[in-house]
């Protein structure tokens, strides 16, 4: 055991290490630009730099160096240095990439929105002369705010009624109906269960079994649609298979199938029928008190969702306006990554405003056929928001996840806990954050607006059915369905049930 005048010199050598490493390093940086949103850097870092870190990580691993015949931390430095050479190099190589690229992005007028596209693998340290690096990264595209005061809006408006409220339980209870297996042919609204096969060229691409599908009009698919699916399969019963050609999105993931036409099969194994209860039923299987107090719930769902319409009509005219003069590139990596997070926001918006999940499930399939094209303008919108927020000091408090993880926990029947947990888990915090700050940024943009009111056209998707299969084959390969008859239906801030 040493004594503490024994430590004191390594302390203040570790000290004095600690200061040195807070220096910047002497860089010298070029920067070219590519594109609107990608620059292409070139690092060169003088061999004096070098030197530095190599003497500051010896200075380190000195007290502690392991050298045969001498004690620990008493071996001759030239001996350590030479012993330890190569793994020293690593380490030296390690945080010279790590310190400079801080450095330039602290240093550059640009601002980062990935990370470098650099191999750290590749990069070599030599034993001679400057270190040099290269590497492309995305930034956000420079550019002069438009005009965001002043805009002239339209806004839809609606009162609903009684009749409103009568045909919105209608299509509720159709989802909270109790089913049974029934050997009949599939009429509409039954739902069939199959086992569902998509083909190209005679090769099996994707498929799933057990897959339930209410027999509505329209199918829509992750990755195609379906016009005539009522007529498909009216009249078949378990045992019965029917197939039929879909064109696959020209937004598919899978690029060789964009555009193509694949063949589906539906191998029906079960017809089912619902047995509609009454209001009444309804209410007491969500645990109401009353039929008055359900008919209440379904007016605020309906509330909520004109308030979903009016804010999306109103962001959409926005976002026009202020993207109409953004003519800068993107790139298509660029987009093809932010389109998940742009459908992430999606989602968890719909959520929030008292959408079902089947809803949800349409709207996700319809947004994902298109995702690329619709990810362009909505990124252009996005930096737009992001520079207002920063001009106007527009931020993200904690309330404000509080509020809106309180909704999505209403909408879900579910804690405010296991929701914020779910989010964090699925990396979702980031699309919550971003639809928080361009929803304050859009409040702002409306509080300086002018506004004309329009009639209310619901998005009505009642001839629809919409399931999560994807014809071209899924990134995971693992499609399933998202909900089973009788299981889907959700309603917003409804009661808290034993």
Not at 159 to 175: G, K, Y
Not at 431 to 439: K, P
Request: glycine share 4%; proline share 4%; charged share 35%.
């Amino acid at each position: 055991m040493t004594n503490d005048l024994e430590n004191e010199p390594v302390n203040e050598q570790e000290a004095a290490v600690g200061l040195e490493e807070k220096q910047p390093i002497k860089l010298e940086v070029n920067v070219e630009t590519k594109s609107s949103c990608v620059r292409h850097v070139m690092v060169n870092i003088p061999r004096e730099e070098i030197d530095r870190y190599f003497s500051k990580q010896f200075d380190e691993l000195l007290p502690k160096a392991e050298v045969p015949g001498f004690r620990i931390g008493r071996a001759p430095r030239k001996l350590v240095e030479n012993k330890f050479r190569k793994q020293v190099a690593d380490q030296v190589k390690g945080s010279l990439l790590m310190d400079s690229l801080t450095q330039i992005s602290e240093e550059q007028e640009f601002s980062a929105i990935s990370e470098p596209d650099l191999d750290f693998e590749k990069v070599k340290l030599p034993d001679e002369g400057p270190l040099k690096y290269e590497f492309d990264i995305e930034v956000r595209p420079e550019f002069e705010l438009p005009n965001w005061k002043g805009m002239n809006l339209e806004r839809p408006e609606h009162e609903f009624t009684d009749d409103d409220i009568t045909e919105r339980l209608n299509h509720f209870s159709s989802q909270m109906a109790e089913y049974e297996t029934i050997d009949e042919g599939a009429k509409e609204n039954d739902h069939i269960v199959a086992n569902v096969t998509s083909t190209f060229d005679g090769e099996v691409i994707s498929s799933v079994e057990g897959i339930t599908i209410q027999v509505l009009q329209k199918l829509s698919l992750a990755d195609a649609e379906i016009d005539e699916f009522k007529k498909l399969v009216n009249g078949k019963k378990a045992g019965d298979s029917v197939s039929t050609t879909v064109t696959v999105s020209e937004f598919s993931e899978v690029e060789n199938l964009q555009g193509k036409e694949v063949e589906v099969e539906f191998a029906i194994t079960e017809v089912k029928r619902a047995s509609l209860g009454s209001e009444e039923e309804i209410a007491e299987k969500l645990g109401m008190e009353s039929v008055e107090q359900l008919r209440t719930v379904i007016g605020t769902s309906l509330e909520q969702k004109l308030q979903y319409a009016q804010r999306q009509s109103v962001r959409d005219q926005i976002c026009k306006l202020l993207t109409e003069s953004a003519d800068w590139e993107l790139p298509q990596d660029l987009l093809r990554r932010q389109s998940k997070r742009e459908m992430e926001r999606a989602v968890i918006e719909m959520r929030s405003s008292g959408f079902s999940e089947p809803e949800i499930q349409a709207q996700e399939n319809s947004l994902r056929r298109n995702a690329i094209q619709r990810t362009e303008t909505l990124l252009k919108e996005h930096f737009i928001l992001e520079k207002i927020a920063e001009e106007e000091e527009v931020e993200d408090l904690p309330g404000d996840y509080d509020l809106e993880i309180a909704k999505i926990a209403a909408q879900r029947n579910d804690s405010p806990r296991r929701v914020r947990a779910r989010l964090e888990r699925e990396g979702q915090m980031d699309s919550l954050r971003n639809m928080i700050i361009e929803d304050k940024v859009i409040s702002l943009i409306e509080e300086n607006a002018e506004f004309k009111a329009t009639k209310y056209k619901p998005d009505d998707q009642s001839d629809t059915t919409a399931i999560n299969f994807f014809v071209a084959g899924s990134p995971d390969n693992i499609p399933e369905a998202k909900y089973e008859p009788g299981e889907s239906a959700e309603l917003p801030n409804t009661v808290e049930r034993d």
